[in-house]
């Protein structure tokens, strides 16, 4: 079974640049997210699409970012213009299942991208 | 405060050594995770419990709900056990909470 799919994997910019990260979730899974993680932090749920639609953008700073999951598959992150805060790594999941909804569901994650805004 | 709690943030071990990474949480949980995450960024789960105790191979995860806690523990660490060991829990929404995770480096 193939994994969850980001790519791509490092990016550099330099600030106020435009960027886009693209997520492919593993076939089936109806939820994705999109995770942000800073150095030296857990990852910070971005947003997460159930299916084409979003149930959780409450964190995503949304003068600058930006994602949309055409047709329930697969997804694109996009921050514009990009602050040096934003510098980390940006990780995609998914998971089978509707919101995590069973107890022993797992979250299936990509290897991410490293964003580096300089 | 963080609604999990990870220590220490950072370990040193030789290899060989017996390591202990400790979990506290102060939500109500549905179940909890260790996952493991390599320099480079992904993340694979290690494993999910919510009770009781697991193991897999040289690695066992056990946890306390009463006292709202889990440990992990690695026997007979080796360097590539190095890598950042994240503690998580899903609680009432069923969605993650992560915590600081711990950043391991074990010496040959």
């Known amino acids: 079974e193939a994994g969850v799919a980001q790519s791509p994997r490092y990016k550099i910019i330099e600030k106020r640049q435009s960027v886009a990260f693209w997520c492919n979730p593993i076939?089936?899974?109806?939820?994705l997210y999109w995770y942000q993680q800073i150095l030296g932090q857990g990852p910070k749920l971005l947003i997460q699409f159930q299916n084409n639609g979003v149930v959780d953008d409450s964190q995503l700073p949304k003068d600058r970012f930006s994602a949309e999951r055409l047709k329930g598959v697969d997804s694109t992150l996009k921050i514009q213009p990009a602050k040096l805060e934003d510098s980390a790594v940006y990780l995609c999941?998914?998971?089978?299942?509707?919101?995590?909804?069973?107890?022993?569901?797992?979250?299936?994650f990509g290897s991410g991208t490293q964003l580096s805004v300089l | 405060k963080n609604e999990v709690e990870q220590s220490p943030q950072n370990l040193t071990a030789q290899e060989g050594e017996f390591i202990t990474i400790n979990c506290s949480y102060s939500v109500g949980i549905s179940a909890l995770h260790w996952l493991q995450q390599h320099p480079g960024g992904g993340i694979v789960s290690l494993f999910m419990?919510?009770?009781g105790k697991k193991k897999h191979g040289r690695l066992i995860a056990t946890i306390n709900i009463q006292e709202k806690h889990s440990s992990l523990h690695i026997t007979a660490s080796h360097p590539r056990d190095s890598a950042v060991y994240i503690c998580?829990?899903?609680?009432?929404?069923?969605?993650?909470?992560f915590g600081t995770g711990t950043r391991l480096k074990v010496l040959a």
């Open positions: 076939s089936g899974h109806a939820t």
């Open positions: 998580a829990v899903t609680a009432g929404t069923y969605k993650y909470i």
């Open positions: 999941a998914s998971s089978l299942s509707i919101g995590l909804r069973r107890a022993n569901e797992k979250l299936f």
């Open positions: 419990l919510s009770s």
